[in-house]
Each structure stands twice: as C-alpha cells, then as structure tokens.
Nanobody
C-alpha cells in the first residue's frame, strides 16, 4: 500500500494563493495517476485535479486557477492554488491509483470518483476567508 503525506494547507484571504504538496512512499504502478480531491463540510468528495505523466485533468470549478504538477524523481505531486475563493474551503486529500482507473483506452479521462483510488493521504485543511 502506497503511503501519501500531504502538506501546505492553511488559511488565506480570498484572492490569495496556497501550494499543496503530496509525497508518495514509493513509485510504482499504483501512483501512475495522482491528484487531489476535496471535501467541504456536509458535502461529498470532489475530484479537483489529477496528473498522469504530462497530462492533466481539472474540475471546471478550478480551471485557470489551480495548477497540478509532478516531480517524478521525488514521487511528489503539487497543487498550486491561485485566486482562492471562500468556496474552495475544504479538506484536501491527495490520492493515487493505477493508470487505467484514470484514463481509458483512447486516452480520455474518467470522471474522478473516490472508488477509483486505492491510496489516500490524511488530508490538509484549506480555509479561505472573504
């Protein structure tokens, strides 16, 4: 089982920026797809951004504001969050899974759902005040 450790959450005012990091304990087929979910109080877990190699997926709500990147050598994925809004307030979870749980045979992305991911971090809180 891959262990994932997040860092970088915190509190910021609307319009500000934060950068989340997630380090995986190992690099194997179970980390080919890595990314971030978030869960606000009373809401379900939402897929935010994911990376497979150089390809990325973003939820519509964060496009043009968030950027996901990976350092393959460090088995680390980052989430740069700019122009933060109060509605971005949530617990952010790093998650990892196999390639086939993120991409289909013709290279399209599956809608990210919790059940497709095997490895999870413990979460880091992001709070955006207005």
């Amino acid at each position: 089982q891959v262990q994932l450790v997040e860092s970088g959450g915190g509190s910021v005012q609307a319009g500000g920026s934060l950068r989340l990091s997630c380090v995986a304990s190992q690099d194997d087929s179970g980390t080919r797809c890595m990314g971030w979910f978030r869960q606000a109080p009373g809401k379900g877990r939402e897929g935010v951004a994911f990376s497979v190699g150089d390809d990325t997926y973003y939820a519509e709500s964060v496009k043009d504001r968030f950027t996901i990147s990976r350092d393959i050598a460090k088995v680390t994925v980052y989430l740069q969050m700019n122009s933060l809004k109060p509605e971005d307030t949530a617990m952010y979870f790093c998650a990892a899974t196999f390639y086939g749980n993120c991409r289909n045979l013709i290279g399209g992305w599956y809608k990210p759902t919790s059940g497709r991911f095997q490895s999870w971090g413990q979460g880091t809180q992001v709070t955006v005040s207005s």
